[in-house]
Structures are given as C-alpha cells and as structure tokens.
C-alpha cells in the first residue's frame, strides 16, 4: 500500500523512478529489438573497428572521421546516447 511512498528522508527514490535505458523498448521506441549499445549498427561498427586498426592510432583519428560519424548517427538513430 505504502511502496510507491518516498519521502524527503527516504534514500532512494520511488519504484516508478528507473533511470533512462536505451536498450528497453518500453523506454526508448527507436529501439524496437532491445539490442544493447554492443550489440547495435554492427556494419558501421565493423567498418569504424577495422579502420582504426589499419591506420597508426596517431592518424586514426583523422582519417575514420566518416567511419566514426556513421557510426554515432547509427547508434543515436536507435536512441543511445553518444
């Protein structure tokens, strides 16, 4: 009866007040499947990951820009915040 009662000398915050997930779709309705932010964009992903290993990590960053854009848009398209 009283379990969803919280008060200003109450360390934790109500049962309703669950913190943002990406990964639940009742949440976050861009992500329809649920896929967790390892498991999300794996084409962009595979692209931005081999690109960075074929150039010297000095140089990666300068030229996988467009692999690494890709890869956020994808990820924030799907309501992960990157």
């Known amino acids: 009866m009283f379990g969803k009662i919280s008060s200003w000398w109450s360390p934790t915050p109500a049962a309703d007040d669950k913190p943002y997930n990406p990964s639940d779709p009742k949440m976050n309705p861009l992500n ?46 799907l309501g992960f915040k990157v």
């Open 32 to 77: 329809p499947k649920g896929l967790k932010p390892c498991c999300a964009c794996p084409e962009t992903k595979s692209k931005r990951d081999d690109c960075f290993l074929r150039y010297d990590p000095s140089e990666a960053e300068g030229k996988c820009k467009d692999e690494l854009a890709a890869h956020i848009a994808c990820m924030r398209s």
